[in-house]
């Protein structure tokens, strides 16, 4: 048979035999020398393999004689010399065999000696004498290497080696050196450490004041805070997360040895600093607000020293974070500037797009809060008014539409101070700064209360309710003589809001203006509440155009907020007279009447003394079903006695008074006030359920605690659920 028609060299019948094949090797045909071919076959790790997993061969006829030659040539196929897997032979099998040149030749063979290697480490069998190719295959180091193997202390060194690639840690590294790229001389730090620098850099810059900057000195020399320091008073130690801290106006200078690379030259930071933090409020709760600040030592708060859409992004997020928001302003809060005219080539159609977003804030019952801590001035004082709260430093606050110098020029009014054009005694007089603090320090401290009693959004949440530790049933005898027999004396109204509210949670709001009502927050049994009254000692408590305004205020922000409204009324009506005509009374009153009529809030009634008029009409009905309770010390009508006498018989006194004489008069008249007195006993009008329930004033607390509660329970639920719906919408503006 030629050697192109040999099996043996066929690369498909050298494949390993099934599973089928059974047998030992015993059971083989003994060859002629033509089965040295057969035998060096053997070697075929493919072959040895189905050898190894067979127990048994018993072919059913003799392998055919074979060709030296091509056995020869089969010995040289790369696949053939593949090593043998897993054989596990005898040592009879090692020396039956008698060397042949094909032999000798694959002995060179590095592949084929490392297979010999791990048959010997795995059985050690009696070596064969060296022949000339043994001895020539000695000479390749790797199969030394393998012959060194051998030996017992070889295999533990072996053994040793396997284990020093299990355990790395033990292992040397023999590894070759990666070699190092080449870098380009321009290439920026891969890490990012340049652009890691500039933030740093700049935020030191905006945190540290300068010394040496005139508007710095001037505010030190004010006696006013540094924005950056107001911050750190009124937040939380640690709870400053500013938002734009790199805003701002820079100067950059290109790196000399790296034209990629830049370095900051100067940097001016915007002077509107905002950010998110923490306030501890006097009840211990702690409550996320939104801040921004006005920076005066820059620019004196303009749009020119600021970034444009800073502020409405601060605005927009609160709302979308349903957080409070709280403004110090010291300037003009980003407002115009004519430098801004020679920064952009032309002059600008004036826009306020801010407002809009406060306008959803305050309706929406997001609390805003607002402290003037220097001159607001035009878009400083604007966003400062469009708050729910407001107040203002007393030693250094001011607020005006245009500074001195513009009021000047317009109405020759000349040498105007901030104080004389808007200070404290112009601003929280009139209505337009809620409260007034001695200081800086005490516009923060009145701004952490007043967030106390607020919730972070009035369209989902409840006002918080506190631990109270003043007892609910706690009566106060006092209260039954506080208001005199006598109805030309008056009273203090505010011993009975105290009296009757948890003690030391009243908070007055407005107490300079609107003077002839009272209005503020104060807590229930820990539930927080509005408070109304009007103030007798004022005008007799005759309501007036600023108590409306007042009023009307109130009861709106008590509507965004869910806060439950406690009203004492002692109210004669209206304000008459040139004043009270010329000042729009009735206008204002009427707009009163809105209010109450416009919110849904619950309110609660407790009648002291006076209810009368219109006045009296809107403040007392406008719930259905009314709750409400009086004093025995209450009475009401259309009209006040006073006056009201003389109007009804006018003709009966005129004609007593001619047939018989003034005296007479004097004694009908008091005949007929005796009369109505006795008539109007507020016991007969119970008599009649024109009035629900009189109760003993010292049982106030009491009854008004137990009401608070009821309004915090199902009441509240259904209000929170109606405005969630959509079902009921608060209005603030």
Known sequence: MGAEDDPINDPVYQQPQGQSSKGT?????NSSPDSAASQQGSNDPVYQQEQADSSSYKPEQPSPPLNADAVNNSMNDPVYQQPQAQQQPSSGDLTSSSPSSSLQQGSNDPVYQ??????????????????????????????????????????????????????PQHASNTKRPRRKRKTDEHTLPADYSDIIAHIDNMKKIANTPDLSNRGYSRQKQGGKLWARERIEQLLDPGSWHEVGSVAGT????????????????SFIP??????????????????????????????SGHADGSTVGKTLYGEKLALRLMIPVVKLVDGSSGGGSVTTIKSQGYAYLPHVNVLSTVVKQLNVGIPNLGAVVGPAIGLG?????STHFSVMAGNIGSMFNAGPKVVEGATFEEGLSFSDLGGPMVHCTNGTIDNLADDEAGCFEQIRTVLGYLPDCGAIQAPPVVECSDDVNREDIGLRSIVPRKKS??????????????????????????????????????????????????????LDTGGSQKLM?????????????????????????????RTATMKWGVELAKAYYATTTPIFSVVTRRCYGVAGGIMLDSRDPIMRVAWPSANWGSLPLEGGIEVAHRHELKQV?????????????????DEYLRMMNPVRSANAFNIEEIVDPKDTRKIVCAWAQEMYGKVMQQRLADRAAGRLVAIYT
């Open 25 to 29: 090797q015993s059971d083989l045909p």
């Open 114 to 167: 490392q297979i010999q290697a791990d048959k010997n480490f795995d059985s050690p069998t009696t070596p064969e004498p060296q022949s000339a190719a043994s001895a020539q295959g000695s000479n390749d180091p790797v199969y030394q290497q393998l012959q060194a193997d051998n030996s017992p202390s070889v295999a533990t060194s072996r053994l040793q080696q396997v284990a020093s690639h299990i355990s």
């Open 250 to 265: 820079t100067q950059w200078r290109q790196d000399t040895h790296n034209p990629q690379a830049e370095h900051v030259a």
């Open 270 to 299: 915007s002077n509107n600093p905002q950010g998110f933090g923490t306030i501890t409020c006097p009840t211990g709760t702690t409550r996320k607000v939104f801040l921004t600040a006005d920076d005066f030592s820059i620019r």
């Open 381 to 385: 004082a604007a966003r400062v008014v």
């Open 489 to 542: 004396r008056m009273y203090n109204p505010y011993t009975i809001i105290e009296s009757v509210v948890d003690r030391g949670s009243w908070f007055e709001i407005g107490r300079l203006w609107g003077r002839t009502s009272i209005s503020g927050l104060a807590r229930l049994g820990g539930r927080p509440v509005g408070v109304l009254s009007l103030n007798c000692e004022v005008n007799g408590g005759a």
């Open 553 to 581: 205020k109130m009861i709106k922000l008590c509507d965004v907020f869910n806060l439950p409204i406690l009203q004492f009324l002692d109210v004669p009506g209206y304000a008459i007279g040139t004043v009270a005509e």
């Open 657 to 673: 008074a001619e047939k018989e004489g003034e005296e007479r008069m004097k004694r009908r008249y008091k005949e007929l006030e």
